[in-house]
């Protein structure tokens, strides 16, 4: 069986993007466009690895993080913080 990354992003642009390349890589892909959305998931079937925006509705990826680590079942679970968030001049 393929890993299984779970996408969290709201920004659907970028989860066609995300999710193109890593099914082109051979693994199994699951979105979240919310916070709420991404725990839920990540209690009912842990993925092997969370692709995780740092601003998502609901509850913030910041959020999302904390709530995963204080869980045992997913204190250890593999976790990249994503940000589109760029710098004014």
């Known amino acids: 069986m393929n890993p299984r990354i779970l996408i969290v992003e709201d920004e659907a642009a970028l989860v066609t993007l995300l999710r193109y390349n890593l099914e082109r890589e051979g693994y ?5 466009a919310n916070g709420e959305d991404a725990l839920m998931m990540c209690r009912e079937a842990p993925p092997d690895l ?20 204080r869980a045992p079942e997913t204190r250890a679970l593999p ?7 760029g710098e004014e001049d």
């Open 50 to 69: 969370v692709l995780l925006d740092w601003m998502v509705p609901l509850v913030s990826g910041v959020e999302v993080c904390r709530r995963l680590r």
């Open 28 to 32: 199994t892909v699951a979105e979240a």
């Open 79 to 85: 976790i990249i913080m994503l940000t589109a968030r």
